[in-house]
């Protein structure tokens, strides 16, 4: 019997992996596609989430990130990070780095998928291997947690969705740069010399090219066609009652997700996954539900409050422009999270 079983090779489940391997476990990955694999994303490291990755020994290529900008047609707000840089990543080079490091560390990566599963006081057995604990890392519409039965019901909102496209040109920033529009925003991240994300966040369903429509000063700076395909995720709210469920726990999106308004998922993923190894290590499971809440508090907080107000029409209207004339609060906000 192995000490943790991870299900998901993504980002939370290998950064969950490097975690136990580094810590003496014996960790099993269990990912039925082969890597790199691309999603939706914003690809934005917050600076919390490049220093996790280097003290995990991983280091990602990219571009460097000074800070956060809003902008709407009439107003500019900036905020710089004041503890590092971020970075801008792709996400394909993202997973390979962190499975460069698992395989390093001698992670076993099993080619399979946990379609169903059994635990009991001892261990939990899925795709053949038996472990002491699993750790679900299998995404924002986790199969694991939905078996348990630990989705909450949905609250009533009106649901939201990413998507996300290349372009190849020269950044005009070093921030992220997030443009605002009546019904969406537009994240703008530098992730090479030459080549940058957009992802737009909405609650209309569109194809990307009528959403990039709606942000006519953005779309003036971007070639005509883009080099990637449409990526698209969502519903990206999920309620969770809880994360853990005898000895399984969810890490990274199946943990819960608010929304990718302030772009923490990787940041949160990276730091729930330390405290999930601390808990499989001191043999309390029971321990990481309160760990991930404590966490999780600025994001759900701050995340929450902003999407609020995205659904006020007459103050989603004043959220750059309030932005700019308080350039210290919205430093604040941003640091907060960074």
């Known amino acids: 019997?192995?000490?943790?079983?991870?299900?998901?090779?993504?980002?939370?489940?290998?950064?969950?992996?490097?975690?136990?391997?580094?810590?003496g476990l014996d960790v099993v990955v269990v990912e039925p596609r082969p890597g790199p694999v691309d999603k939706a994303c914003g690809e934005g490291l917050m600076p919390s989430a490049v220093r996790a990755l280097a003290e995990l020994g991983v280091s990602v290529p990219g571009h460097a990130l000074r800070g956060i900008r809003y902008v709407d047609p009439h107003h500019r707000a900036e905020a710089p990070f004041r503890r590092g840089?971020?970075?801008?990543?792709?996400?394909?080079?993202?997973?390979?780095?962190?499975?460069?490091?698992?395989?390093?560390?001698?992670?076993?990566?099993?080619?399979a998928r946990v379609s169903g599963f059994s635990q009991d006081r001892d261990g939990v057995t899925a795709a053949g291997v038996t472990a002491r604990y699993l750790a679900a890392a299998d995404g924002l519409h986790s199969p694991i947690r939905r078996s348990l039965g630990l989705g909450a019901r949905?609250?009533?909102?009106?649901?939201?969705?990413?998507?996300?496209?290349?372009?190849?040109?020269?950044?005009?920033?070093?921030?992220?740069?997030?443009?605002?529009?009546?019904?969406?925003?537009?994240?703008?991240?530098?992730?090479?010399?030459?080549?940058?994300?957009?992802?737009?966040?909405?609650?209309?369903?569109?194809?990307?090219?009528?959403?990039?429509?709606?942000?006519?000063?953005?779309?003036?700076?971007?070639?005509?066609?883009?080099?990637?395909?449409?990526?698209?995720?969502?519903?990206?709210?999920?309620?969770?009652?809880?994360?853990?469920?005898?000895?399984?726990?969810?890490?990274?999106?199946?943990?819960?997700?608010?929304?990718?308004?302030?772009?923490?998922?990787?940041?949160l993923a990276l730091a729930a996954a330390g405290h999930l190894v601390r808990c499989v290590r001191a043999g309390r499971p029971e321990d990481y539900e309160r760990a991930w809440r404590r966490l999780s508090r600025r994001y759900r907080t701050l995340t929450g409050a902003l999407l609020w107000l995205r659904r006020q029409p007459a103050l989603a209207a004043r959220i750059v422009p309030?932005?700019?004339?308080?350039?210290?609060?919205?430093?604040?906000?941003?640091?907060?999270?960074?």
């Open 1 to 23: 019997m192995i000490d943790l079983l991870v299900a998901g090779g993504g980002p939370a489940g290998l950064a969950t992996a490097i975690h136990a391997a580094r810590a």
């Open 85 to 111: 840089q971020g970075r801008g990543v792709r996400r394909t080079d993202l997973h390979a780095a962190l499975a460069a490091r698992a395989a390093e560390l001698g992670v076993e990566v099993v080619a």
């Open 154 to 267: 949905p609250d009533g909102r009106a649901a939201r969705y990413g998507l996300r496209r290349h372009f190849a040109v020269a950044p005009w920033t070093d921030c992220v740069e997030v443009h605002w529009s009546q019904h969406a925003e537009a994240y703008v991240t530098p992730v090479g010399p030459r080549l940058v994300g957009v992802a737009v966040l909405t609650g209309e369903r569109a194809p990307f090219e009528r959403q990039l429509a709606g942000f006519p000063e953005l779309a003036a700076r971007l070639p005509p066609s883009a080099v990637t395909d449409a990526r698209g995720a969502g519903p990206l709210h999920q309620r969770v009652r809880t994360r853990v469920a005898g000895r399984t726990m969810l890490v990274g999106d199946a943990a819960g997700y608010v929304d990718a308004l302030t772009g923490e998922g990787i940041s």
């Open 322 to 338: 309030t932005a700019a004339r308080y350039p210290a609060v919205f430093a604040a906000a941003v640091n907060r999270l960074a």
